[in-house]
């Protein structure tokens, strides 16, 4: 229930005041499914997306803290608008998306939103881990097996550090990535990719020339380039 809604003096931000309505003999306990008490209360302070421009608002929070009347296990009410683990809301969290989706970087987001840059990499992060599941789901669906693979090396923390990565030629998917570059990293990769029948139809695997660049006995042609 949204009990105030007001405007800083200089009108240049908000604040909206909810608090929580639920009552507690609709709640149960999440172990035994008891009847349960409120004990305490708490409060959280979310950014959400302006509903005026360039005035960004707060939106604070008040729920309650319950404890179950028989086992005794304390717990802490949802708020079911807050972006999973950030002081976001969901509708924030679509509007950082929004920004994402054009393809600006974090920096810019930051400037227009006055969001910090941990909370929209978190989003960020979120958005890439649901890309790549449904890009994996597809593949797996159509029972992909990759031709032709392609493996280099790059520096990672200034070039005191290597990473190999592995990538599909044909389709441009990053099919794997891992710590350092000697050819036992290398092997990691078919180590790792299961089931082994993924590697049955590579018929050559590319590399520019790096550390572990060495020859691999079949049933995985090497291809030097």
């Known amino acids: 229930e949204v009990k ?10 908000s604040v909206a005041m909810l ?9 149960k306990c999440p172990d035994c499914g008891e009847a349960v008490h409120i004990y305490d209360k708490f409060d959280i302070t979310l950014k959400d997306m302006p509903i005026y421009p360039d005035v960004p608002l707060s939106v604070f929070c008040y729920g309650h803290r319950y404890r179950c009347v028989k086992c005794g296990k304390t717990f802490t009410e949802d708020v079911p608008f807050a972006y999973p683990g950030t002081r976001i809301t969901n509708r924030a969290a679509t509007w950082i998306k929004s920004f994402l989706q054009s393809k600006m970087s974090i920096r810019a987001i930051q400037n227009i939103t006055v969001i910090h840059w941990d909370t929209i990499r978190k989003v960020q992060q979120d958005v890439m881990d649901e890309a790549l599941k449904e890009r994996e789901d597809e593949l797996k669906e159509k029972n992909y097996k990759p031709r032709f693979l392609a493996v280099d090396e790059f520096a990672i923390h200034k070039g005191h550090r290597y990473a190999t990565c592995v990538m599909d030629l044909e389709k441009g998917d990053v099919l794997w990535v ?10 990691c990769f078919f180590k790792e990719i299961v089931p082994f029948s993924f590697f049955t139809g590579i018929e050559k695997i590319g590399a520019n020339a790096f550390e572990g660049c060495v020859s691999i006995e079949r049933p995985y042609l090497w291809y030097r380039v």
Request: glycine share 6%; net charge neutral; aromatic share 6%.
């Open 19 to 27: 608090e929580s309505v639920r009552k507690t003999s609709d709640m």
């Open 4 to 13: 105030q809604l007001s405007f800083s003096p200089q009108k240049d931000r």
């Open 178 to 187: 891992g710590n350092g570059r000697s050819i036992s990293d290398f092997e």
